[in-house]
Nanobody
Framework: QVQLVESGGGLVQPGGSLRLSCVASGSIFNINSMGWYRQAPGKQRELVADSINYADSVKGRFTFSRVGAKNTVYLQMNSLKPEDTAVYYC?????????????WGQGTPVTVSS
């Protein structure tokens, strides 16, 4: 089992910055990858960033980073826009042999508004 706890969301003005954190605990040694997703009201959950990919809409503004061998990941968000408003979720993929399992955090809301 893997537990994910996100933090760092909040209300920010357009052009501002936030840094989201996600700490993994439990069976972290089986985590294969981690990433950030977001879900805006009325929309599907979408990938924001992981160690390989960035959504086109955030390239050049958001930075994904990982510290501590899969234990903690961050999302540095700069030049925030109102369309970045969403609940941001941390995701971890666990691989044990041929068994794959996905874990999600509880989400942290981000609101970009003046």
């Amino acid at each position: 089992q893997v537990q994910l706890v996100e933090s760092g969301g909040g209300l920010v003005q357009p052009g501002g910055s936030l840094r989201l954190s996600c700490v993994a605990s439990g069976s972290i040694f089986n985590i294969n990858s981690m990433g950030w997703y977001r879900q805006a009201p009325g929309k599907q959950r979408e990938l924001v960033a992981d160690s390989i990919n960035y959504a086109d809409s955030v390239k050049g503004r958001f930075t994904f980073s990982r510290v501590g061998a899969k234990n903690t990941v961050y999302l540095q968000m700069n030049s925030l826009k109102p369309e970045d408003t969403a609940v941001y979720y941390c995701k971890a993929d666990e691989v044990i042999g041929t068994t794959y399992r996905t874990y999600w955090g509880q989400g942290t809301p981000v609101t970009v508004s003046s």
